[in-house]
């Protein structure tokens, strides 16, 4: 708004100084009296613009505080989901010809969590923090919307000595914009392997948006039933007989937590995910997530 008062000051000023030739008595020419009635109305019009175009400097606009949040009627859907996740990787010798073969050779589960955040109009500049008993060192993944993610910060209880262990751990999630149409999807991927089975506390994650005059409505999950799912989920698919009926599962990846194995000469991975379609999980469904090959 500052720039755009500050034009209008510039425009107004040299309409004026043209305009005070005419009171010292200067005559202007036809041509010359034709072209200060042009910048006249030009002046006019760009005034007019400058003051009203709300749009012309985007770069100025500020976003809405609480207060114009709150008169808006801001609210803020929290949704938080999740579900047991197999990476599965399949290898083979890639032929001179291009065409491979690959069979799975090993898998790894996930606890995958998701919080669904929806908005009832598209907003930017707010935080969501969240908290466990373990920490945060999953990998965070932002689906639709923008932002980051910081570290994983241990905290203690008002009264505990910070020489003993963190009493819990956050982490913030600084959210830039989500739009109505799709909100915002906050991920993470925690490889089982780091699950404290049969702990209840691993399924006990909280989570607070933080956004100044929006109203949040909250829903959660019941650490008890969620625990009870992902244990049954995660016994079905470490089962899983991926090469049949007649041969044993795969093997749990070694170097579990996103660390990549190296590949052979002319050989080939393709990585696939599954998951249970619903609390059946008679069946999976699976994705292809990537592949890759040596390079040439």
């Known amino acids: 708004m500052a720039v755009r008062l500050l034009m209008i ?3 107004c000023t040299g309409a004026l100084g043209i305009a005070s030739q005419f009171r010292r008595g200067r005559r202007l020419p036809r041509f010359g009296l034709a072209r200060l009635t042009g910048f006249s109305l030009l002046a006019a019009g760009a005034a007019m613009w400058l003051l009203w175009a709300p749009a012309a400097f985007p770069g100025q606009v500020e976003p809405p505080s609480g207060a114009a949040r709150a008169a808006a009627g801001c609210q803020i859907s929290a949704t938080s989901t999740s579900d047991v996740l197999a990476h599965v990787y399949y290898r083979g010798q890639t032929l001179p010809d291009g065409f491979r073969t690959v069979r799975p050779t090993d898998q790894e589960l996930f606890y995958n969590w998701t919080l669904t955040i929806l908005p009832n109009h598209d907003l930017k500049d707010f935080t969501v923090v969240l908290r466990d008993s373990l920490p945060l060192s999953d990998r965070v993944l932002l689906k639709a919307g923008s932002g980051s993610a910081s570290e994983s910060t241990p905290q203690w209880k008002s009264g505990t000595s910070r020489s003993t262990n963190p009493d819990y751990y956050t982490r913030t999630i600084h959210i830039t914009e989500a739009t109505k149409k799709n909100g915002i999807s906050i991920v993470l991927n925690r490889p089982t392997q780091r699950l404290q089975l ?20 909250y829903h959660g999950m019941d650490a008890h039933q ?13 089962a899983w007989q991926y090469l049949g009926k007649d041969q044993p599962a795969l093997p749990m990846k070694s170097d579990a937590g996103y660390r990549i194995s190296p590949l052979g000469p002319a050989e080939a991975e393709v990585t696939m995910e599954a998951r249970c379609p619903d609390d059946s999980c008679d069946h999976l469904i699976m994705r292809q997530m990537g592949s890759r090959r040596p390079p040439l």
């Open 9 to 11: 000051g510039v425009v």
């Open 198 to 217: 049969p702990s209840e506390a691993e399924f006990s994650r909280s989570f607070e948006v933080q956004a100044a005059g929006c109203e949040v409505e």
């Open 226 to 238: 969620e625990a009870a799912k992902i244990f049954r989920r995660v016994g079905i698919m470490a």
